[in-house]
């Protein structure tokens, strides 16, 4: 009863103090005028153009009703934005990123980095005790959310959306009944994702009780909602993409296509019927323009703006006259929320299995101080980039529970003014309360990886990888993982890695084999098997997601055989290999495969020892960097290899080798080998291919010019020996990752390649 009272008196203390009077004046001797925009993805940047005439015009509006892509503009319009801050917000967001959950390079785990630097595919297919975990949807809409929270954030605190600075509503559709769901209160930003959840591709919104879905399926032109709000005149924009003709539906596709358009189509229909003459229905004309084709904003404008422009003649009746538009605009103003609390509390609830220390480390508002709406969009994208989230986000206003738990049954974790609140106690006041969801397909999973390489002559590889993860092995917070490499080389590892703060240590049991063709003149005269059965013990410290030093040992059995040739003279069967590493590697890059900025870094010393019983007896260091430079579509991509060894005792296969595609184009891969190497190397490429905002598949024009050698003695290299190559190639960055057509060339050595998968 106590906790009852404790939380209606938040909830009262935490209204605004403009709430007692947002009640919006009913306007004088003229119709309350509704404005309704409908659903219609890009389609719906038309809404700003309208907005933009009506405000040229001095066309009041008064309530505002929208679903989808219509309720987005209309809760930014009715929060108190502008038409001109409407444009400049189109302009702002990222739509080629917005839609794309995958985490960018840069944010991150170091660990995940070496996802890719394996050559495995992004892709993750996930189990459960039940079998195999799909997806709600094909996004979950993580950066989608965040960024309307961010824009929406001054109107997050006003819980009744009559207290907006116009009236609004939003419509979404019961995904269990198909039944229309009109949002009317709570949190804004997570009512508009819900009215744009399009079944399928995000996931559903859990809000009320309800599964929330699009609002497309059961009313894509709340007309009756804007009545319900009192509107006596309606400005109606219609921006749903008309039917397919018969001569268009060719195919499955097409047929999927209009089974969607079909959705909802009847309440349109039936509310378009409805209007009065004097209503204003508004139909901007965009047949090129669909509705994911966000990247058009500048057209979807100018369309909404011409057909608003074109009914001008249906909108002057409502004109107002200088002095009364600046009265209305003035009380628009006065009514929109400028909602940026002072934080009397932080409130975490962590239903994940991620350590709850480790997301709060990452938070970085603090009770006493403002919100600041961008910051939290960084931090809280900074915590899902850890992995193993379905959703990290954020409410504003009083703690809406009593208490929240993790995963693993412990309170939730709440900072507040004086000291603290003991975990699990109901936080009083406004604060921010963070929600992080575990995702059920990022406990473990499993992931592909596909190399083909062929110079259409005599070498042709293939290599295919995969690769388990336990992130949380047996609830140690350890990380299992086994890889699997088959091919013309092969691997099996599977080891346990655990991180303790910065600090981590590594266990991996291995067993690989490799076979290397050895060249005479350019002709493969020898091919060498090198087989291994080892472990490595490794320890290190990271520094946050952008580097590592690691150190440690590696024991493994060798056995050197001859697949084709005369045999080796000396003993090379049965050698231990103990060798002590230390490696230093920082990755900025913000991709491996085509990067435009960043570096890569990395320096290692190994030392084969002859102590405990290893056979070999010399040092090796090795340096490698990449640094990208680009101005618009271009980029040139600067990198440089170097690898020393010492004399001693190397009864194994040289340490070094070049050859192949960007590394001595136009050689056979692996055809110089050596104990000691220099490339360099500056590549060029050119994007072909806009970028998309939801399907990018980015295509590239380049070239590339490499000089470098392998050496057996210190006492060759030099200078004047490095060998100069180059290529031309077609690349693109394809979902099963980097494809090259090229062709190579080196001092009159010449070769066509076809690859898939990293070559640098």
């Known amino acids: 009863m106590l906790r009852a009272i404790l939380t209606i008196l938040a909830v009262t203390l935490a209204l605004p103090a403009f709430a007692q009077t947002a009640q919006p004046p009913e306007p004088q001797d003229r119709p309350r005028i509704g404005l309704v925009l409908g659903g219609g993805g890009a389609r719906g940047f038309a809404h700003v153009g309208v907005l933009q005439v009506l405000e040229e015009n001095r066309i009041p509006v008064d309530v505002i009703s929208g679903t989808s892509m219509g309720a987005v503009v209309g809760s930014l319009y009715a929060s108190g934005k502008d038409a001109q801050q409407l444009t400049a917000i189109t302009e702002e967001i990222p739509w080629t990123t917005v839609f794309n959950d995958d985490i960018p390079r840069e944010r991150l785990p170091f660990r995940r980095k070496r996802d890719e630097r394996d050559v495995l595919i992004d892709y993750r297919i996930s ?122 539906i060719t195919s499955f596709v097409s047929v999927l296509d209009q089974m969607q358009l079909l959705l909802g189509r009847e309440s349109v229909e039936r509310g378009i019927a409805s209007l009065s003459p004097a209503d204003v229905l508004i139909l901007p ?309 085509f990067p435009t900025r960043g570096v890569f870094a990395q320096a290692s010393y190994t030392d084969h020892s002859n102590l405990f019983g290893g056979d070999l007896d010399y040092n090796s260091v090795t340096a490698k960097v990449q640094k990208p430079f680009s101005w618009g579509r271009n980029t040139i991509l600067f990198g440089g290899e170097i690898g020393l060894t010492t004399d001693g005792n190397g009864r194994s296969l040289a340490d070094f080798r070049l050859g192949g595609f960007l590394n001595l184009s136009g050689l056979e891969p692996n055809e110089l080998i050596g104990r000691h190497k220099i490339l360099g190397r500056a590549i060029f490429y050119h994007r072909l291919s806009e970028v998309a905002p939801i399907l990018n598949v980015p295509v590239y024009l380049g070239g590339s010019v490499e000089v470098g050698n392998t050496w057996i003695a210190l006492e060759d290299v030099g200078l004047d020996s490095l060998r100069p190559a180059g290529s031309l190639f077609v690349g693109a960055d394809t979902p099963l990752g980097p494809a090259f057509l090229a062709a190579g060339l080196a001092r009159g050595n010449g070769a066509f390649y076809l690859i898939l998968g990293r070559v640098f």
């Open 127 to 248: 189990f459960d005790n039940r079998g195999l975990v799909l997806p709600k949807g094909v996004l979950r809409g993580q950066e989608l959310f965040l960024t309307l929270a961010e824009y929406l954030a001054p109107a997050r605190g006003v819980s009744d959306f009559d207290h907006l600075a116009l009236p609004f509503r939003a419509v979404a559709t019961n995904i269990e009944t198909g039944e229309a769901v009109v949002l009317g209160n709570g949190d804004i930003a997570t009512a508009v994702f819900a009215s744009m959840s399009v079944p399928g591709g995000l996931p559903p919104v859990e809000r009320d009780g309800m599964l929330l879905v699009d609002g497309m399926i059961a009313d894509n032109l709340p007309i009756d909602t804007a009545r319900q709000l009192g509107a006596e005149r309606l400005i109606v924009v219609n921006v749903g993409t008309p039917l397919r003709t018969r001569d268009r």
């Open 285 to 593: 004309d965009q047949p090129d323009i669909s509705s994911t084709a966000f990247e058009r904003s500048v057209d979807g404008i100018a369309a909404g703006r011409k057909a608003a422009l074109a009914m001008l003649d249906k909108l002057k009746p409502y004109q107002l006259s200088e002095a009364d538009w600046r009265a209305y605009i003035a009380a628009r103003a006065a009514r929109a929320p400028r909602y940026a609390p002072t934080l009397d509390f932080v409130h975490i609830v962590n239903n994940s299995d991620i350590p709850s220390e480790k997301i709060t480390g990452m938070v970085s508002a603090r009770s006493g101080e403002p919100l600041d709406a961008r910051k939290m969009t960084e931090d809280l994208q900074n915590i899902y980039a850890l992995g193993g989230f379905r959703s990290v986000r954020y409410d504003i206003g009083p703690a809406t529970t009593e208490e929240g738990t993790t995963a693993d049954g412990r309170p939730a974790i709440t900072t507040s003014k004086g000291g603290g609140t003991p975990e699990g106690r109901l936080p009083l006041g406004e604060g921010v309360t963070i929600r992080a969801e575990g995702d059920p397909t990022s406990a473990n999973w499993m992931q592909f990886g596909l190399g083909i390489t062929t110079d259409f002559n005599r070498i042709s590889s293939i290599r295919i990888g995969a690769s388990y993860t336990d992130r949380n092995f047996a609830g140690t917070g350890a990380e299992w993982r086994t890889d699997v490499r088959v091919g013309s080389d092969l691997l099996f590892s599977t080891g346990l890695y655990k991180e303790w703060g910065r600090f981590f240590g590594e266990v991996t049991p291995y067993w690989s084999r490799i076979d290397t063709f050895f060249y005479i003149n350019g002709e493969a005269a020898l091919q060498v098997r090198d087989s291994r059965v080892g472990s490595t013990f490794e320890a290190g410290y990271l520094f946050g997601n952008w580097g590592e030093l690691r150190t440690g040992i590696n024991v493994a059995a060798v056995d050197l055989d001859v697949i084709v040739g005369a045999p080796l003279v000396g003993d090379f069967d049965g050698q231990t290999d103990l060798s002590w590493r230390t490696r230093f590697t920082a990755d900025k890059l913000d991709s491996l495969d």
